[in-house]
């Protein structure tokens, strides 16, 4: 990508922040880098060719994380934090840009097996879930493994998640009230999501929030999965710092077991059994009560 591109991208993403109420100084961030981008002498890729994120970081006088996203839209060509700003997130289409990983196999990834990130294809790809789907042979499913290891290794060489860096249950269910509220309250902006929205409709609540220096993003989870369950407005997508990279999370009611009715972090249901136990914890029954939705979209 040519300089002036990657500038206008930085600048779309300022915008859409400010438009959706995020922290002014995230926005002046982003701006900054901009301008900086817009008036190097080189381009940002050569410096990133022979310098690597250190070198984008030293002539921009962006942050670890600045410096990332940098790098993924000089690699890539996208930014997957501004497609979501722009309700174009899409999944499906993020599984189909693996190698050997075609349109069905993609679909059937993300509906059958709640794929919805290269981190989520990555652990399916190690315990076993992808050996036992048909078309998937040994050798697709090493060159699968080498391209995560590829795209995702980088990042983590560089910015490995400590235990400090991962948000606590009780963190990540403080975030998913707040946007429940919010949203249910009407107090959030919307947007328009490109996916199951033929209509163009802006009926998406975002919510830009932080705890500490730890920025989230909160949406309802705009997924095939989701729509078909009628569960769009009790799943609950965050995405969130973690090191130089970001993560992400999803806050759902859990169905059944002893954390039945409960708002709970999938994957890290022990961790939310253990929650709600402690008897010293005041906030285990502001945080796991499902909000009831009334708004219509």
């Given at each position: 990508?040519?300089?002036?591109?990657?500038?206008r991208?930085?600048?779309?993403?300022?915008?859409?922040?400010?438009?959706?109420?995020?922290?002014?100084?995230?926005?002046?961030?982003?701006?900054?880098?901009?301008?900086?981008?817009?008036?190097?002498?080189?381009?940002?890729?050569?410096?990133?060719?022979?310098?690597?994120?250190?070198?984008?970081?030293?002539?921009?006088?962006v942050?670890?994380?600045?410096?990332?996203?940098?790098?993924?839209?000089?690699?890539?060509?996208?930014?997957?934090?501004?497609?979501?700003?722009?309700?174009?997130?899409?999944?499906?289409?993020?599984?189909?840009?693996?190698?050997?990983?075609?349109?069905?196999?993609?679909?059937?990834l993300?509906?059958?097996?709640?794929?919805?990130?290269?981190?989520?294809?990555?652990?399916?790809?190690?315990?076993?879930?992808?050996?036992?789907?048909?078309?998937?042979?040994?050798?697709k499913?090493?060159?699968?493994?080498?391209?995560?290891?590829?795209?995702?290794?980088?990042?983590?060489?560089?910015?490995?998640?400590?235990?400090?860096?991962?948000?606590?249950?009780?963190?990540?269910?403080?975030?998913?009230?707040?946007?429940?509220?919010k949203?249910?309250?009407?107090?959030?902006?919307?947007?328009?999501?490109?996916?199951?929205?033929?209509?163009?409709?802006?009926?998406?609540?975002?919510?830009?929030?932080?705890?500490?220096?730890?920025?989230?993003?909160?949406?309802?989870?705009?997924?095939?999965?989701?729509?078909?369950?009628?569960?769009?407005?009790?799943w609950?997508?965050?995405?969130?710092?973690?090191?130089?990279?970001?993560?992400?999370?999803?806050?759902?009611?859990?169905?059944?077991?002893?954390?039945?009715?409960?708002?709970?972090?999938?994957?890290?249901?022990?961790?939310?059994e253990?929650?709600?136990?402690?008897?010293?914890?005041?906030?285990?029954?502001?945080?796991?009560?499902?909000?009831?939705?009334?708004?219509?979209?």
């Amino acid at each position: 990508m040519q300089n002036i591109e990657i500038a206008r991208r930085l600048e779309e993403v300022a915008d859409l922040l400010e438009t959706q109420r995020a922290n002014p100084f995230r926005v002046q961030a982003y701006r900054r880098a901009a301008l900086s981008v817009r008036h190097l002498a080189r381009p940002l890729a050569e410096i990133w060719e022979t310098g690597g994120e250190t070198g984008l970081r030293a002539v921009t006088g962006v942050g670890e994380r600045l410096g990332t996203a940098l790098r993924i839209l000089i690699s890539t060509g996208r930014l997957p934090m501004l497609d979501r700003l722009r309700g174009e997130t899409d999944p499906v289409a993020l599984l189909e840009s693996v190698p050997g990983i075609g349109p069905r196999l993609a679909e059937r990834l993300h509906q059958e097996f709640e794929i919805d990130s290269l981190e989520d294809l990555e652990t399916a790809a190690h315990d076993g879930r992808l050996s036992d789907l048909a078309g998937i042979g040994k050798k697709k499913l090493a060159g699968i493994s080498d391209t995560l290891a590829a795209r995702l290794g980088r990042v983590r060489r560089e910015g490995r998640l400590d235990e400090h860096d991962a948000p606590s249950v009780d963190e990540l269910l403080d975030v998913d009230c707040e946007y429940r509220e919010k949203a249910s309250a009407a107090q959030l902006p919307k947007i328009a999501p490109r996916r199951f929205n033929p209509q163009g409709e802006a009926w998406l609540p975002i919510l830009h929030t932080q705890r500490g220096e730890r920025h989230y993003t909160a949406l309802y989870s705009n997924t095939a999965r989701a729509h078909e369950t009628g569960r769009v407005r009790d799943w609950v997508v965050l995405y969130f710092d973690a090191g130089v990279h970001e993560l992400q999370a999803t806050v759902i009611t859990s169905q059944r077991g002893p954390l039945a009715g409960k708002r709970i972090v999938r994957g890290r249901e022990t961790e939310c059994e253990a929650f709600y136990a402690s008897s010293s914890n005041g906030n285990a029954s502001t945080h796991g009560e499902p909000l009831v939705e009334h708004t219509a979209f």
